[in-house]
């Protein structure tokens, strides 16, 4: 019919994906700018300026994906939270107690479990510090989720005893785990979160040292010979 437009000709409305996915890229590359940045630096000496730059963005782009420098950590703690459930997941899909029974003893093992535990938070250091710096400001993130995770995190640990239970003394396994989570946590985490640690550097501690009798310590703990035996055994 003359005058009538076809439908090829009648416009299409413009599909949002492609700019979505636009954005999406953008968000993702200021927040690997801002991770490369931390990596030198601390968050508190990084400007919405520096980030950019980085990114190799303007300015004004910034501000259209987030409100201000410190709406960066809550995303770099929801990246972070999403991050440590990945590396769970994919640890806990294998058989982390036929692994350790691959090591010739439980000494061996210990060692190189705590070689990973220090790796892994040392790598992770400049994320975690920033991480530590949101979550002190804002304590109601330290939610139910993140506790789970960091029980499901103790998990493999608790492979020890299926592998080596016949070196291991310790009777309370559950109680002996979380201890074992909580040190590897404390004693490495203070090192990522002040790298400049005045008290490593006055005890001169290099890193091999501080794997090596870290995991020593935990052998003694998981191999004692428990108060009311060495009684029994004088009372004798």
Same mark, same amino acid.
Do not use: C
């Given at each position: ?33 801002? +991770? ?11 400007? #919405?300026?520096?980030?950019?730059? +980085? ?45 350790? $029974? ?12 705590? $070689? ?14 920033? #991480? ?17 995770? #960091? ?21 309370? *396994? ?23 640690? *005045?008290? *490593? =550097? ?5 890193? =091999? ?13 998981? *191999? $004692? ?12």
């Amino acid at each position: 019919m003359a005058g009538s437009k076809s439908q090829s000709d009648t416009p299409s409305k413009p599909s949002s994906k492609p700019k979505q996915s636009r954005a999406i890229r953008t968000r993702e590359n200021l927040m690997a700018a801002l +991770e490369r940045l931390l990596r030198e630096q601390e968050f508190e000496m990084i400007s #919405v300026q520096d980030i950019a730059k +980085e990114a190799g963005v303007a300015v004004g782009s910034v501000y259209s994906h987030f409100k201000d420098k410190n709406a960066f950590l809550a995303a770099l703690l929801d990246n972070w939270q999403a991050h440590v459930e990945a590396q769970l997941d994919v640890s806990e899909a294998q058989d982390v107690a036929a692994a350790l $029974k691959a090591f010739p003893s439980l000494e061996a093992a210990l060692l190189d479990m705590t $070689k990973q535990v220090h790796r892994q938070i040392v790598e992770s250091g400049h994320v975690l510090r920033a #991480v530590h710096t949101y979550t002190r400001l804002h304590p109601d993130q330290s939610d139910a989720d993140w506790q789970s995770l #960091v029980a499901r995190s103790f998990a493999p640990m608790a492979a020890l005893f299926e592998a080596f239970g016949d070196e291991i003394t310790v009777s309370d *396994t559950a109680q002996a785990t979380r201890m074992i989570g909580y040190f590897f946590n404390t004693i490495f985490l203070r090192k990522a979160l002040m790298p400049q640690d *005045t008290l *490593t =550097e006055a005890l001169a501690f290099e890193d =091999e040292t501080l794997i090596h009798e870290a995991a020593m310590m935990v052998y003694g703990y998981l *191999t $004692k010979v428990s108060t009311n035996a060495s009684t029994s055994a004088s009372d004798s």
